[in-house]
Structure formats: structure tokens, C-alpha cells
């Protein structure tokens, strides 16, 4: 009965979504003490609250709890949203529609046709109560929401702190592309691609998996420090640590090392827990090179010069699972996933780690040992942040590239084109540089020790 009256009300009677009152106030920003005093003059928005609707325990309107005050009878409506709500004690609720700047008391009562969830404007006056309903909950389901109230305002603050360190480390913040032409060419990078069509000419661009290139192309002119913090995308998988747009904050120092970078990464740490964004301590960081990890994990003494056979025979002594047809990456990645990484999850602290395998080398520097001079970081069992002793060998650059590219075609891996005006940068004299790309979605995972991206992003993946 209640839901046909409802229907008969908003088909016949309502005036369909009107504008609020003028200078009505969101709920959360109104006066707490005006409803305690049954004054609240002003018009005050929200929503109607149920028992589960915005991750708040509230009372439904429609049961409300009477009150007896001498001949008076006190009921209440919860009003609000995700970022605050009030209990609205009245004596009497009146329906109202909102016509050309007129108020009318409407044929039905509100407690027959309004719902929770439903959007309403109301005003209280020696506790009568008025209301309008602007925008009707059509949606039977309750909302369900993962993130948190805290979370979203904490999440932003998070933002203003990173950015708070590099301008007080005096880096310039920069805006690189969201098309360009080459994506990178790295194999386990997996790019999406779009297609730019103007009249006659057409071109297929890339969205960026990261502001590498064009970061790089900045430093080669001689900018220095530089950083850049935004979403960037990768066509890879969907876990509850990774979805296929993503928040990195990569960041260059010119002339520094790579314990400059680990250093940035300890600073933000520290800003954030004064900050109270981290849960929990704080262990002291620790340095492990791959060789170390090798030797700790799998008892294996992990040379520049490792062959791929040395590989299978451990995997066999393991009883690792491996193909006939993996490559050296393939295997030392096989082993790396089943014994360090767990390994590394158990520490408590920061892990940096440093000196790489040379087939492992991507855009880094060698080392005079041989090693990749690049480094991860991985804390509290999250991959985080991966950085380079940063190549500037347009040769060197090159023929990376062009192997690179080859292996993609083996692999049947989109292709994609090299970018020439990097090498060109680099040609021009790019000075010796360390640079880092930290996932921020995965730091804020860390530092609040959630299980899922999806308590930071509002919008689900829809893949």
C-alpha cells in the first residue's frame, strides 16, 4: 500500500527534481545545536538514512522511536551522507513542494512516500518539521561503498604530503602527456593503445604506463629535480593490489644516487607517520643485494655471469615447476616469486633491494661488478617502488631497444614503436641521474595495512 501511494505521488503530484530552497546548507556543515533546539530556520539538505545505506548505524524514519514529554510525542529522522549526519528530533512533519519560490503543503504525508536514500530539504521550526523532496532513491538495493569516510579524506591528504616533501626538497611537480607515441618497450609492460583520427590522417597513440620517457626528455634539457604524481595505465591484470589504472609518483634527482631515492622514500615515510597516516611502527629499513637474497633463500651463489642452465638445476633442486622454453627472466622470476618474495614479507621493515642481474638491467647502469644498478623497494609483503641508476648512452639505449622489441615479437606482445626522440635527448647529453617510480595506491595500502585497491578507489574496475 505504502509503495502505491508512493508511486501515485511521484507520478501525479511531485514536480519533478526541483532546485533547493535558496541557501539551503548540506547537512554535515549545518548546526548541531539548532536541532537540539528545535530551530533551525535555514533549509538543510541530505539524504533520508537507513540501518546500512553509508556505512553508518542509524535509525529508519518510518519506526521511529516515540518519546512521551509531558502531552507531546517526539519523533526523528536521520539525515545526512557519508560525511556526517544528524538526528532531527520533530512534533510534526508536514510534506512540502518547492514551486517558483512558493511553498504547499502536499495531499499525502511524508511519512507514506518518502524512503531511505531519498535526497530532501527540510526546515525546522518550534520542532515542525518541513520537508521537500528533491531527488527520489529509485534503487531498491542499498549503496554499497568500500571506501571509507576516513579513507577518502586521508587518501587526499596523502597527496598534499608527497607533495609537501618534493617542494620542500625543492623538485619541480610536471604534467607529461596522457597520449604518446611510445608507451616503453619493456616486455612485462602491456600498453593500452587508441587511435587519434583527424579527416584523412590517422595515427595509433598509446595511453602512458608511465612518465618515463618523456621525464628523461625533461632531464636531458637540464631541468634537474623533477617529479610527477598522477594515474597512468597498464593492460595487465586486475588484483585486489593492482587494477589497470594505477597512481605513481615517479621522481628524478640529477647527479644523485640511488640511496638519494631510498632516502626520498624514508622522508615520505617519516612525513606520513608524524602525519598519523601510518598504522602500526615503523621497523628500521633494510639492504639486500639479489645476490644476498639468493644465498639467504635458496642457498645459491647468484653471479653477473649465472647461466640459464645454473638456473634449471636450482629450479630442479627446488622443485620449481618451470618450461623447456623459459628464457633466463622467466626462471630467475619463477624462483624470485616462490622463495623471495615471501621471504621479504615476513620483514618488518622497509627492503631495499639493490644489484641486479645484468639480463635484468632494463634502462639502468651497469655496475663495475656487473650487476643492473637499479633497485625495488617492497614493504609490509607490497612490491613498491622500482628505481634506476639511470642509463645515458644513446648507443647503449639503442641496442636495449631494439632487443627489447625483437623479444616482443617473439612473444606476440603489442608492438610498439621505438621512441626516437628519447635517444635524441640522450644524443644531447643527458646528465648521470637516479630516478623512481613509487605506486601510491600500494604505499597507502601499506601504510593503513588494507587488503584491497578497492578501499581507495571510489569506482570499481569494470573490465
Request: proline share 6%; net charge negative; glycine share 6%.
Amino acid at each position: 500500500m505504502l509503495d502505491d501511494l508512493r508511486k501515485s505521488y511521484l507520478q501525479s503530484q511531485w514536480s519533478p527534481y526541483p532546485s533547493a530552497p535558496p541557501n539551503t546548507v548540506a547537512v554535515e556543515n549545518s548546526s548541531e545545536v539548532a536541532f537540539f533546539t528545535g530551530e533551525a530556520p535555514g533549509w538543510i539538505g541530505g539524504k533520508i538514512l537507513s540501518a546500512f545505506e553509508m556505512g553508518v548505524a542509524v535509525k529508519d524514519f518510518r519506526n521511529p522511536t516515540a518519546e512521551e514529554t509531558g502531552d507531546a510525542v517526539w519523533s526523528s529522522i536521520y539525515l545526512g551522507s557519508i560525511r556526517g549526519q544528524r538526528e532531527i528530533k520533530y512534533k510534526s512533519m508536514t510534506l512540502v513542494s518547492w514551486k517558483k519560490g512558493t511553498l504547499s503543503p502536499e495531499p499525502y504525508s511524508a511519512q507514506e512516500v518518502l524512503r531511505t536514500g531519498d535526497d530532501v530539504a527540510v526546515q525546522l521550526i518550534n520542532h515542525e518539521l518541513k520537508i521537500i523532496l528533491l531527488a527520489p532513491n529509485l534503487i531498491a538495493e542499498p549503496l554499497q561503498q568500500m571506501v571509507t569516510l576516513e579513507n577518502a579524506f586521508q587518501w587526499q591528504k596523502f597527496f598534499y604530503l608527497i607533495r609537501q616533501y618534493f617542494d620542500e626538497q625543492n623538485f619541480l611537480e610536471v604534467q607529461t602527456p596522457h597520449l604518446v607515441l611510445s608507451p616503453g618497450t619493456e616486455l612485462h609492460l602491456e600498453p593500452f593503445s587508441v587511435e587519434y583520427v583527424k579527416e584523412r590522417f590517422q595515427r595509433k597513440l598509446f595511453l602512458p604506463t608511465s612518465p618515463e620517457f618523456h621525464l628523461k626528455k625533461l632531464m636531458s634539457q637540464g631541468w634537474g629535480r623533477i617529479f610527477e604524481l598522477r594515474s597512468f595505465f597498464r593492460n595487465d591484470e586486475v588484483s585486489s593490489t593492482h587494477w589497470p589504472e594505477f597512481t605513481l609518483c615517479e621522481w628524478y634527482r640529477n647527479y644523485q644516487e640511488l640511496k638519494d631515492l631510498a632516502a626520498d622514500f624514508l622522508g615520505i615515510i617519516s612525513l606520513l607517520k608524524k602525519s598519523n597516516l601510518i598504522v602500526g611502527e615503523v621497523s628500521e629499513p633494510e639492504t639486500w643485494s639479489v645476490r644476498q637474497l639468493f644465498a639467504k633463500t635458496m642457498n645459491f651463489n647468484l653471479t653477473p655471469n649465472s647461466t640459464k642452465e645454473d638456473l634449471q638445476l636450482l629450479a630442479q633442486r627446488l622443485k620449481v615447476s618451470f618450461r623447456e622454453d623459459d628464457d633466463w627472466s622467466d626462471l630467475f622470476h619463477r624462483l624470485f616469486l616462490q622463495f623471495i618474495e615471501p621471504w621479504l614479507s615476513q620483514r618488518q621493515g622497509p627492503q631495499f633491494i639493490v644489484n641486479w642481474p645484468p639480463e635484468q638491467a632494463a634502462l639502468s647502469r651497469m655496475t663495475d661488478e656487473g650487476w643492473a644498478d637499479r633497485m625495488e623497494i617492497y614493504w609490509r609483503g607490497l612490491e613498491l617502488a622500482n628505481g634506476y641508476a639511470e642509463l645515458n648512452d644513446p648507443g647503449e639505449q639503442q641496442k636495449r631497444f631494439q632487443k627489447d622489441l625483437k623479444e616482443r615479437d617473439r612473444l606476440c606482445r603489442t608492438q610498439v614503436p621505438e621512441d626516437k626522440s628519447l635517444i635524441q635527448s640522450f644524443e644531447r647529453g643527458m646528465s648521470p641521474c637516479s630516478g623512481i617510480a613509487l605506486g601510491v595506491d600500494r604505499l597507502f595500502m601499506a601504510a593503513k595495512k588494507l587488503n584491497s585497491i578497492s578501499e581507495i578507489r571510489f569506482f570499481p574496475f569494470q573490465g
